[in-house]
DNA sequence: TCAATAGGGTTGCATTATGAAACCGAATTG
DNA sequence: CAATTCGGTTTCATAATGCAACCCTATTGA
């Protein structure tokens, strides 16, 4: 039968999973974000099936994460560029970035040295923050509405 | 075809995406740090085909982001516990739902309000910052080596 | 004691998704 | 005017998914 969807499903992570919580969806936004543009390049770069490719685009595109802009330059017509929903997918890959790098580390290889451009210091590894800046653990959140409900 | 694996890429996030990279395995990470334990609450709770679910937990328990604990316990048998890698995927999770409540709000629902436990106030927005804690986009960041071939 | 139920899986089967390669049409290049 | 390049689509074999049915071991419960 069809794989599941959860375009209508309470939990945004799954909502968010439904757009790019396939294999290749992420990898394009990660390439995209390492300046990628253009179809052939993605297909050489990511070593990606054409037509999972343009199925993949599209529906990148359908979905406002991607937007295909018409280049009228000599052979390059069309361009993939990230949109600001595409953008803001940036904390989520840096997170699973730090997240592979910590826990899977290539064997024979330094991680990716990410550093800002300003100071040329490496940015600092992901943490969910409460309002101050102060790091919060899993154990350190909670949901004020279930636990009441729990509670009640 | 066989499905591409990212075993030995050598970008993390391909890495990472291996092993919670598919439809169901984060959102079991997710359930589990919900405080889901029991093979049957994560069977019911994400209405997961039964066949699915054993294969995915195999996996995340031989990913070792998940860890099986038999509990002699009247007919619940089993608990799948979140390991500390399991559990570093926090910040994952959060930048995904964060990205999903933005741009893919639940019609007629409010987002889920994740709290600070002890202060009682709502977590920040996830952010990737700089050594002082700056915020940093897109455009800000580079990768040196890269930046330096390119420039040579 | 013996049937019913719960937990945790397997197995079979139909439906999809994926990957590789071949093919295609328009525009450029040589 | 033949060969490329770009961006796709088509075909076909293989893998993954979802559902339902089945299995084995404990535990109830009457």
Chains 1, 2 share one sequence.
Request: proline share 5%; glycine share 6%.
């Amino acid at each position: 039968m069809a794989r599941k969807r959860f375009d209508d499903s309470n939990c945004s992570v799954a909502r968010a999973l439904n757009e790019v919580g396939d294999w290749w969806s992420l990898l394009i936004v990660l390439q995209a974000m390492y300046g990628t543009r253009r179809y052939v390049d993605f297909q050489q770069q990511l070593g990606i099936a054409k037509n999972i490719l343009c199925d993949r685009l599209s529906r990148l595109v359908e979905n406002d994460v991607l937007a295909k802009v018409d280049v009228g330059e000599h052979g390059s017509r069309y361009e993939y560029r990230l949109t600001d929903k595409g953008r803001d997918l940036f904390p989520v890959v840096i997170a699973l970035r730090q997240w592979g790098d910590k826990w899977n580390p290539a064997p024979d290889q330094a991680a990716l040295d990410l550093r800002d451009r300003a100071s040329g210091r490496p940015i600092s590894p992901m943490q969910v923050q409460d309002a101050d800046g102060k790091p919060l653990a899993l154990r350190d959140v909670f949901l004020p509405d279930l636990d009441e409900e729990q509670a009640g």
